[in-house]
């Protein structure tokens, strides 16, 4: 359902641009979101966009993420600049719906000089 790419491993005050594709319209669903998890962490909650409105940021964001979509591709973007260290983790695309979410498969994203 949902193939998120765009990892990899960049240094401290690098940038990279995750994607997510999905299978199907995402306007079909009413949330789409990105997480991620660090080794031994949580599944945290990056950002959303809730029912085709404009996107949300978790605080630790702090203006350095943007989330944004094309419809016509099926596509949601994750862009992250000034990347640190702690930014370090799995990143995953979420999509969720009345009747249920889907994951995807995670893209590994590694600051470090």
């Known amino acids: 359902q949902l193939q998120a790419s765009g990892g990899g491993l960049v240094q401290p005050g690098g940038f990279l641009r995750l994607s997510c594709t999905a299978s199907?319209?995402?306007?079909?669903?009413?949330?789409m979101a990105w997480y991620r998890q660090a080794p031994g962490g949580q599944r945290d909650w990056v950002a959303s966009?809730?029912?085709?409105?404009?996107?949300v940021y978790a605080d630790f964001v702090a203006g350095r993420f943007a989330m944004s979509r094309d419809g016509a591709k099926k596509e949601v973007y994750l862009q992250m600049n000034n990347l640190k260290p702690e930014d370090s983790a799995i990143y995953y695309c979420?999509?969720?719906?009345?009747?249920?979410?889907?994951w995807g498969q995670g893209t590994q994203v590694t600051v470090s000089s």
């Open positions: 979420n999509a969720r719906r009345p009747s249920g979410q889907f």
């Open positions: 966009m809730i029912d085709g409105g404009g996107p």
């Open positions: 199907e319209n995402i306007f079909s669903f009413n949330v």
